[in-house]
């Protein structure tokens, strides 16, 4: 059973998305070089096989409007013109913007951006000046004899003649091959095979085993194939830089002399002129009819190493999810396993059972840690789009701006990285809209007139850390707390009350803008709320440092991985919970006599320090009967504050596998979602992002009586959750 045309055609053009982004973002990166070394011979190269290969992938799929743009674009790579070759870099950013428009149309199917004020400007790139009459002929006349120049034995020139008077169509085929190849000879097998896949080939030169150097392989091919596919066949990646296809005339044979095997020189064969030069923009057509497997291997063809495949991420989710589900079944046994040495204790198949599990766990691990490591990513593909977008705000913005990237290797979990690139574009153009002077201001300030904005990313534990931070003007806490006073955001006990990082935190509340006026890139209270959102969702945090003068950090946590966690249990009023380890300092062990109230919260002296509390449950009532009580301090990190939250009983630390909740089940951001232990029981996993903003907010609110009670609803969401007992076990299939 074979797949439909469509089908084919669908899978061609989904492999055609992710490798035109790809593209996209390579002639992004090669345009930012040629401009930074103008006359760059190997940039400028580069240049021109990432647009040729886009123009002939975009032709296979159909994609006709890209294929043309990118046949006109790539008239302005081939400028001579010193004056005009000036302005590529700046047309190549532009022409980079216009194609991942075009993609981005294609893909959702929606309306197709306007392009023909790009078109235009290319033109006037590409003629600069219109060419005298005689100069123009005399172009088009050298122009035509390359096209047609061809080097045919007499065998090869006879098999022709009776092709088309047969009745055959018989193409002429010029592959124009790319300088940069690195075989040529293994090349022209590949031209050879990709032709004899389309009809008979009744010519090619040059012969196999001939001693020139391969700089072009002309053929004469019989096939009924229209031109449009022939030519997406022979356009091989990092082999063929131009292809032309020319029809052979009957009328035209006759002229045709035979050619001596000895001294082969050029035979003149008259072609049509109308088709005589490579096809225009608009003699590319549309392929959809042609999906065939043929059209498959003109973006199947290696370019790099052939041992690379490309998976779905669905199916690496499909694949962890079940890696979940077997160490669910671990713990399911080492429960089960346990019991039988309580109820068996001098069993010998005990020793048994410990061992094979202790197998099975090592086995379990490197198949996690195996699945993992297909999910991991460097977040280098995120950070090479930024060089683009610091040059595009800095010149919005007038000022000087360079960037400076490191850790690009560093690795992180494909989701996530998709997760944090618009928190990450924000945080950017932010440092350049508000933190990095004007080089004026700068120079004032006694700093050089180019500011710097480093991007960098390291991994700590099992945690990754991404790092955005300036040299700017820094952030002036007093007028972060002023803002938010007259924006209603807080009122002026509460602003009083607020430590310095918590002012600092304020910047990341929605409708929060220090900006005057509006413009295109601040002003309008959205932006630095998307960061705080967006780390919610992923369970990571966010820590700021400034000082005035000297500049700016934003700091994001962020987990290797949203799938499977380490975390501590513990219970609260009988129930339940569990929080990340790597947000858990330390654990304390106190009695309630030794908490006090200042200011309507908790606190407890830690060594030398005051540690605010939070308390989960209902604080106890006070007297005689409740100060011995016993209580474990879970002391939390974040970023320079440190709290503790009040817990009744710890459970011990184990492997959990997050699954996700739908709101109809739990309603609260106090929870991120849920797991199952080997027992069957099932543990609310706390969201550290909205307790630490329940307890800023707690502390702010002189009103209430501190935290108590804070749980209530987390408690009937619990409740509803182990009412239906196992809802969570049906819809966990989606990964937190």
């Known amino acids: 059973m074979t797949d439909s045309p469509e089908d084919r055609m669908t899978d061609l053009r989904q492999l055609f998305f992710e490798s035109a982004g790809e593209l996209v973002q390579k002639l992004n990166d090669e345009a930012m070089g040629l401009e930074k070394a103008p006359g760059d011979a190997e940039t400028a190269r580069s240049l021109r096989r990432t647009v040729h290969t886009l123009k002939g992938d975009a032709a ?231 999906a065939t497997d043929e059209a498959v291997a003109v973006l199947a063809a290696p370019a790099g190493p052939e041992n690379l495949l490309r998976v779905d991420a669905e199916r690496i989710d499909s694949v962890l999810n079940l890696v979940g589900e077997l160490i669910l079944a671990k713990s399911m046994l080492q429960q089960a396993l346990l019991e039988f040495g309580q109820r068996f204790p001098k069993d010998a198949l005990q020793g048994k059972f410990a061992d094979a599990m202790a197998f099975q766990g090592r086995v379990l691990n490197d198949l996690q840690r195996s699945v993992m490591k297909i999910r991991m990513v460097p977040v280098d593909q995120l950070f090479r789009r930024f060089p683009r977008i610091v040059r595009d705000v800095a010149r919005q913005c007038g000022k000087e701006v360079q960037l400076l990237i490191r850790g690009g290797q560093t690795d992180l979990d494909k989701t996530i990285l998709d997760a944090i690139a618009e928190p990450l574009t924000h945080l950017v153009r932010n440092a350049i809209g508000h933190g990095i ?19 960098g990313a390291y991994h700590q534990g099992n945690q990754v850390v991404i790092e955005i931070s300036d040299d700017g003007a820094g952030i002036d806490s007093e007028k972060v707390r002023q803002r938010a006073l007259s924006q209603g955001l807080l009122n002026a006990e509460q602003a009083a009350r607020l430590s310095e990082a918590e002012t600092l935190d304020l910047i990341l509340k929605p409708g929060f803008s220090t900006a005057e006026e509006i413009t295109e890139l601040s002003g309008r209270g959205v932006g630095l709320d998307v960061v705080q959102s967006v780390l919610g969702r992923l369970k990571g945090t966010i820590q700021i440092e400034t000082v005035r003068g000297r500049g700016t950090t934003f700091r994001l946590r962020l987990p290797l991985t949203l799938a499977i966690i380490r975390a501590l249990m513990f219970r609260v009023e009988q129930r339940l919970y569990a929080l990340p380890l790597n947000a858990v300092a330390e654990i304390a062990r106190t009695v309630e006599v030794n908490i006090h109230q200042v200011e309507h919260y908790d606190v407890l002296q830690l060594r030398n320090d005051v540690l605010p509390l939070l308390r989960l449950g209902s604080k106890p009532a006070s007297g005689p009967e409740t100060a011995g009580r016993k209580v474990f301090v879970l002391v939390i990190h974040s970023g320079e504050r440190k709290f503790g939250v009040v817990v009744d009983a710890l459970e011990g630390e184990d492997e959990l596998v997050i699954k996700a909740l739908d709101d109809q089940s739990i309603t609260t951001d106090l929870v991120s979602g849920a797991s199952i232990l080997g027992d069957g029981r099932v543990v609310l996993i706390l969201n550290m992002i909205a307790l630490m903003d329940r307890f800023t907010r707690g502390r702010a609110d002189t009103a209430g009586p501190g935290m108590a009670g804070l749980l209530s609803s987390v408690v009937s969401a619990a409740s509803r959750i182990e009412s239906v007992d196992m809802r969570a076990r049906g819809t966990a299939g989606g990964q937190a």
């Open 437 to 455: 002077e004007t080089a004026e201001e700068r120079v004032r300030a006694g700093k050089g007139r180019q500011g710097t904005l480093r991007l």
């Open 60 to 290: 296979a799929c159909g994609f006709r409007e890209l294929s043309e743009l990118a046949h006109e674009f790539e008239d302005v790579l081939t400028l001579e013109n010193t004056a005009a070759a000036a302005f590529v870099p700046e047309i190549a950013l532009r022409a980079a913007d216009v194609f991942a428009a075009l993609l981005e149309a294609y893909r959702k199917g929606t309306k197709l951006p306007a392009i023909q004020s790009f078109r235009e400007d290319m033109a006037r790139l590409a003629h600069p000046v219109p060419a005298g009459p005689a100069e123009a002929r005399a172009r088009k006349s050298k122009k035509k004899a390359a096209a047609t120049a061809i080097r045919w034995s007499e065998y090869e020139l006879l098999a022709i003649t009776r092709a088309v008077a047969e009745g055959k169509r018989v193409h002429h085929v010029v592959v124009e091959v790319d300088p940069q190849c690195a075989m040529p000879i293994a090349g022209r097998q590949m031209i050879q095979i990709a032709l004899a896949g389309l009809g008979e080939i009744l010519a090619l030169y040059p012969a196999e085993g001939s001693p020139e150097a391969i700089t072009c392989i002309e053929a004469a091919l019989a096939s009924e194939k229209p031109a449009e596919q022939i030519r997406a066949k022979c356009s091989i990646p990092t082999i063929a830089l131009t292809v032309r296809v020319t029809p052979l005339r009957a009328q035209t044979l006759g002229a045709l002399q035979p050619v001596s095997a000895e001294t082969q020189p050029a035979a003149s064969l008259a072609v049509d002129s109308e088709l005589g030069n490579e096809p225009t923009s608009s003699a590319v057509a549309e392929v959809d009819a042609f």
